[in-house]
């Protein structure tokens, strides 16, 4: 998934703060058990959206796409003592693997997870204002959720779009359905007066968004 050169990626695993015991235990576990493992935020941007929480102190943060729960776990890891994070996750047969991960972390009383499609569960959220979004789910609707919340985002938060490289496509040649609804997301972000916007080109390629 890296759109950086492996030589490079590792040096900058290597400069960055260590990834914690129970992260590596997740990683282990969704190599062994999961399909698609690649899915996972991993080590770097763990650290990466570690950093970013820790910044900006949330009280509220809202996930959309749990996977295996290791940026849910990195998210969370910056909330205020009584901050919260809803992750949002479609497969219900996680449920049983969330819950234990969560379970061997010091912020697992500040995870609210749901199940169910993202747009039905985030209209059941209407009574909270986010400082932070995270939205790693299925592409074609990345649009579509940046949209719905965008007005429960306060000013000055942040909203966080993984796979907007999408291995590099976005700027190559390639013209499938899935690199199209791509390119269009950061093409209609890029012009949208509402927010600042820059995209980092870390593993497959983070759009960091602040409303403002």
Aim: hydrophobic letters at 40%; charged letters at 30%.
């Amino acid at each position: 998934m890296e759109i950086l050169p492996d030589d490079l990626q590792h040096y900058l695993d290597e400069h960055c703060e260590p990834e914690p015991e129970v992260l590596k235990k997740i990683n282990r576990d969704t190599y062994l058990k999961v399909l698609k493992p690649h899915m996972l935020s991993g080590h770097y941007q763990g650290r990466l959206l570690s950093f970013l929480s820790k910044m900006m102190q949330p009280k509220r943060i809202l996930e959309i796409g749990t996977f295996t729960g290791y940026a849910t776990i990195c998210l969370a890891e910056g909330l205020t003592e009584d901050g919260i994070i809803h992750t949002i996750e479609v497969n219900r047969e996680m449920e049983e693997m969330l819950n234990s991960h969560f379970k061997l972390t010091n912020v697992d009383k500040k995870i609210k997870l749901h199940f169910g499609e993202a747009i039905q569960v985030i209209a059941t959220l209407q009574d909270e204002i986010f400082d932070i979004v995270f939205i790693d789910a299925d592409k074609k609707n990345n649009y579509t959720y940046f949209e719905l919340i965008l007005r429960k985002v306060r000013s000055g938060g942040l909203i966080i779009i993984d796979n907007v490289l999408w291995k590099g496509k976005v700027y190559g040649a390639e013209n499938d359905t899935d690199t199209q609804t791509i390119r269009k997301l950061n093409d209609q972000i890029s012009v949208d007066n509402r927010v600042e916007k820059l995209i980092l080109p870390v593993r497959d390629g983070i759009l960091l968004i602040r409303k403002k």
